[in-house]
């Protein structure tokens, strides 16, 4: 019972962060997806109204879309070069520490302003990385005032910040059996049959939990596209989470987005769901079958 | 399996809600109270104050609120707030609904009236009219910052939108005196373009200005009636978005494409940005308060900005542009010592030490004697002293206090991006901006009637 106290006593920042600055405002939040509250006066009660104008408004539906192309982009390209990293940072190489706390320092800055600030001056009309192509040749590219250009700079700041999912592979690969390499090199497998056959499968529920943890971030992902690029060309960076803010503290309309969160939400749930019905197929357990 | 998925989902769930907890709580009550600073226990006043700007005018704030405490060490004690340019009505917004604004805060002239439709928003200030000296104030000025009869804030001073040239620039590209109408606007923008084919003579924070300073020419009348009702018409938009885009064509007015690829997408202070201070940009389209701020940068590097005359279209039918009161200072209502903020903005905006320590970074003064004393100290010399004349002399419609509604800058922008993109035609673009205004002007009538 006392232990029980003590352990309770321990977890209560935890709890009282969960209560008052998760669960509150997400419950208040659908409370107000119901109003026209606006900051300044009284709430009054819109029925299903913010949710009609949604699904009426084509620039939510126009972020949605934004929203889902760049998820399709950033995870399946941040795992794949996560993985690499973090395959390659299992080698036992001369200063190996150093390039793994290296690979993980973008993760640290992330979407920051200096960052952001940074990759502006990168991929301006006369920036860095057009003198650099220019070269061998090639033509500037409008990274920052083409739609594909504009998302391409957001998702390769988003992959850029791969440190995070490549330790949790580094966990896993450090976890496969070297017996099993040793085994298939004695029948004869390549290194890239190995990885494929061996490496892969038995990392597939560190895959699949990178793969979750990221497509939700990927689904919220704010300061990287909002200090970057804004909404882009023709919206083309404008992301639901964006469109939230700009609704929520620059037309103050706090139902609508708060309307806007909740679907938000439920679309995020939604595709967590299909991935998790998606596992038994093709993650293995290794208390699979206990 | 069943537990590992049920942990998973609920960690997927806890994940994807915990965004919903940034920006969706609501205060609905009256704002908190007893949130300011008030005496600490040595018995002096603790106040905070407000601000935005560059860094020009945080070091001369600054350096009116030392001087100020100095003078008033053991009794009052001032703190400055001061924030960017970026984000302020979201900034103010949240900080007024928290209950968390500060003493003295700085408004814009549109919050006046968002934020205190029936004059109860803020602190009365008849109430300190023994320590803060209106009568400084020429009387119907003064009326800006007035709601429902009483005084909510004190407007700083007149801010008129013109062109402000970096006049280096011009004569470095051969051209001696500064263009007065559009045509010669064109035929200069041939001689910058000659040099660099990405530079523009004008870049503005918003399509909107210029197409504002278009149509009051065009129809005389600003953009919104007293009533608040909308004076242009879908066709009067068009016209707006044909103009400005043959301008931009042109090289004159900065098109939408270099505006996001060297600024970005949001209307933001040109002062301190790059293509503007290595004159790849050669003038702004701005407001007299930001002058001081652009001159400054490009005298850094050498450089001078002028005023240009006031170029008119064809046909006008108002040879002017628009003015609006500046930045407005209000104190807070929740504050729990009125009198000392009412001294503290008797200080910097009357007083003769206060008002040369605030300088000119916030545009024209509208007190005498704050004018009076930047004259004495030689602050109004200059461009600044040209931005005085310029101001004295514009013609001008002053504008609506729900102009600076963020949905109608939005429509503009937005529907003039896609009109140059080529995604949409000149007709659905004027309207798309014409829909989207009547839509929120309808609702702002409603909520201010």
């Known amino acids: 019972m006392k232990h029980s106290k003590i352990g309770l006593l321990y977890i209560l920042p935890w709890l009282a962060g969960i209560i008052f600055l998760t669960l509150y405002p997400f419950v208040n939040a659908l409370v107000i997806s119901f109003t026209d509250y606006n900051l300044v006066r009284k709430p009054n009660f819109v029925g299903f109204g913010n949710y009609i104008d949604l699904f009426r408004n084509a620039d939510f539906r126009s972020t949605l879309t934004a929203t889902i192309k760049y998820t399709i982009f950033t995870v399946p390209l941040q795992l794949s070069f996560a993985l690499f990293i973090a395959y390659i940072l299992n080698f036992q190489l001369k200063g190996i520490n ?19 600030v940074l990759w502006r001056f990168l991929f301006q009309q006369d920036g860095f990385i057009n003198r650099f192509i220019g070269i061998f040749g090639a033509a500037p590219i409008p990274w920052l005032s083409s739609p594909n250009g504009a998302m391409s700079v957001i998702v390769l700041l988003k992959v850029w910040q791969f440190g995070s999912s490549m330790l949790i592979f580094l966990a896993a690969l450090k976890d496969v059996p070297q017996e099993l390499y040793e085994a298939a090199s004695v029948d004869g497998s390549s290194r890239l049959y190995s990885f494929f056959r061996i490496t892969i499968p038995l990392i597939t529920p560190t895959i699949f939990f990178n793969l979750v943890m990221q497509m939700v971030n990927a689904f919220q992902e704010f300061n990287g596209p909002y200090l970057v690029t804004g909404r882009g060309p023709l919206n083309a960076t404008y992301l639901t989470s964006m469109y939230i803010y700009d609704n929520a503290f620059k037309f103050f309309n706090m139902g609508y987005a708060s309307a806007a969160s909740w679907l938000l939400f439920i679309i995020i749930m939604a595709v967590t769901a299909i991935l998790f019905a998606t596992q038994n197929k093709w993650v293995f357990y290794s208390d699979e079958g206990n | 399996m069943g537990m590992r998925k049920t ?23 009256e704002p908190a109270k007893g949130e300011t600073a008030g005496k600490d226990a040595g018995g002096e006043v603790a106040l905070n104050f407000s601000w935005w700007g560059n860094d020009d005018r945080h070091q001369a704030t600054q350096k009116a609120i030392d001087a100020f405490n100095t003078a008033h060490a053991g009794k009052i004690k001032v703190t400055g707030e001061p924030s960017g340019f970026g984000n302020l009505e979201e900034t103010f917004a949240t900080r007024y609904a928290g209950g968390t604004a500060a003493d003295i805060m700085t408004v814009n002239y549109p919050w006046v009236l968002q934020y205190s439709p029936d004059g109860n928003g803020f602190y009365d200030l008849d109430q300190v009219k023994d320590i803060f000296d209106f009568s400084q104030y020429d009387p119907e000025f003064l009326k800006f910052g007035q709601r429902a009869g009483k005084m909510q804030a004190i407007p700083y001073g007149q801010n008129t939108l013109g062109f402000y040239l970096n006049k280096s620039a011009f004569e470095r590209a051969g051209i001696k005196e500064l263009p007065k109408t559009f045509d010669e606007y064109k035929k200069a923008a041939e001689a910058f373009t000659k040099a660099d084919p990405n530079s523009y003579l ?30 242009y018409t879908q066709e009067d938009y068009k016209d707006a978005l044909i103009w400005y885009k043959d301008l931009a064509d042109a090289h ?13 997408n ?24 930001g002058i001081a701020s652009n001159a400054k940068t490009l005298s850094d590097k050498g450089d001078q900005l002028a005023i240009a005359p006031l170029p008119v279209i064809d046909g006008a039918k108002f040879e ?17 010592n009125p009198k000392a903020a009412a001294e503290f903005l008797q200080y910097i905006l009357n007083d003769p030490e206060g008002t040369k320590l605030m300088g000119s970074t916030r545009g024209m003064v509208a007190s005498k004697a704050a004018k009076a004393s930047l004259e004495a100290d030689g602050q109004i010399t200059g461009v600044v002293k040209d931005a005085y004349d310029f101001t004295a002399n514009a013609k001008v419609i002053n504008n609506s206090p729900i102009f600076e509604n963020a949905k109608f800058t939005d429509a503009y922008d937005k529907n003039y991006e896609k009109f140059e993109f080529g995604q949409s035609s000149a007709d659905d673009a004027a309207k798309a901006i014409f829909d989207a205004i009547s839509e929120e002007n309808a609702k702002l009538k409603q909520q201010y009637k």
């Open chain 1, 98 to 116: 150093f390039y793994r706390t290296a690979y993980y320092i973008p993760s640290l800055l992330g979407g920051n302003v200096a960052v952001a």
């Open chain 2, 7 to 29: 942990t998973g989902m609920m960690c997927a769930a806890i994940l994807a809600a915990s965004m919903l907890a940034t920006g969706c709580s609501s205060k609905t009550a």
């Open chain 2, 202 to 231: 004008i870049v503005s924070p918003t399509f909107r200005f210029a197409a504002i300073y278009y149509l009051q020419q065009k129809t005389g009348k600003g953009e919104f009636a007293d009533d608040l009702s909308m004076n």
């Open chain 2, 252 to 264: 004159v007015f900065c098109s939408r494409k270099d505006y996001i690829e060297n600024v970005g």
């Open chain 2, 266 to 289: 949001e209307p933001v202070s040109i002062a301190q940005n790059a293509k503007f201070i290595n004159g790849g940009y050669a003038g702004v389209l701005e407001w007299t308060g």
């Open chain 2, 320 to 336: 002017g542009t628009m003015a609006k009161p500046s930045l407005t200072f209000a104190i807070s209502k929740d504050s729990k």
